[in-house]
């Protein structure tokens, strides 16, 4: 490279490390705003109008002063969460859009909870000890911040276990759409399925309704079950699935192993191996797969950061690559297993005895 060159390559790196830093200083902001906007209930105004909303209509409507909201609705549609769009009667007014309807309350869309969960004071504690986490001899951040592991914080906390379970179920209709979708095909020839840390059941009050033929189990920590929904068609079991899981033809597990270290993912699938049938049982495993450097797509950046919310939350866990999955699978005495990437952040990994 010629020295000009070289000069100029310098001068666009400092530049681009000017405008960056700016985006790590505020990055917070973001989530904070994006929270503020589901507290006002803006998405849910703006959908019960049913079209297009002033400034001076959505002020009233939420009790709120139009000068700051403003600003937050300027700062929205910056981000295309809201935009702009006339009213009837010509004036400039906001309108949803399909982000913006995700930070609906209710509906098959929101993923409020999530975003609830992620911005409570619970949550965010542990960040601000992450390095404790990374040094040699340090603790979980989690631990640091709240004395005990998010299992036990939630069994001892039942309205943080509430937004916890609610939470998971935001991801889980995503999902649950993506891979009925994106695995035509799965469930056909068992006649039972128990689905592993199913939460609150959503999972499988969702599996159950699409494949009727089902009859579900959900499993969980008894504080878990114990609040879970009576669902038809679906049994709700209270349990340890590190000491045993209930019998079905095949178990399903979502988002559970991403929470635990190797050693204690194997324990995991090993127990989900012996709850099923030697010859036609299956393990289904929904989880992301983090990319090599070549295989990456538009969500490898989400997963990166998924990695690092769950290093936040949990004391051992980690988002694995497909070699990763490979190790533990083997390790926990599976002969074979098929990997299908769907329309979500996890893909579906189908594990045979
Ligand atoms: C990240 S959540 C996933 C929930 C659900 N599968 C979903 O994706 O919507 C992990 C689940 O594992 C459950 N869990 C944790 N430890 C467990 C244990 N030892 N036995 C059974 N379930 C456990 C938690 O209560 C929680 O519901």
Sequence with gaps: MEETQR??????????????????IMGFSELAVVKCAI???IADAIESHGRPITLSDLSSTLGCAPSPLYRIMRFLM??????????TQGSPGYAQTPLSRRLMRQGEHSMAALILLESSPVMLAPWLSLSAQVLANGTSSFEKAHGKDLWSYTAA???HSQLFNEAMACDARLVVQAMIQGCPGL????SSLVDVGGGNGTTIKLLVKACPWLQGINFDLPHVVSVAAEISGVENVGGDMFESVPKA???FILWVLHDWA????????KKCKEAIPEDKGKVIIVDAVIQEQEEMDKLTDARLMLDMVIMAHTTTGKERTLKEWGFVLGEAGFSRYTVKPIRAMQSVIVAFP
Excluded: M, S, V
């Design 39 to 41: 507290d006002l209930g």
């Design 157 to 159: 906390n039942p309205d």
């Design 78 to 87: 910056h981000r295309g969460i809201f935009k702009e769009k006339l009213t």
């Design 187 to 190: 469930f056909d020839g068992l």
């Design 262 to 269: 190797d050693k204690e993912c194997i324990q995991i699938l």
């Design 7 to 24: 000069e100029f390559h310098h001068e666009e790196e400092e530049e681009h490390a000017d405008i960056n830093i700016w985006k790590y």
């Design 249 to 251: 033809d095949a178990a």
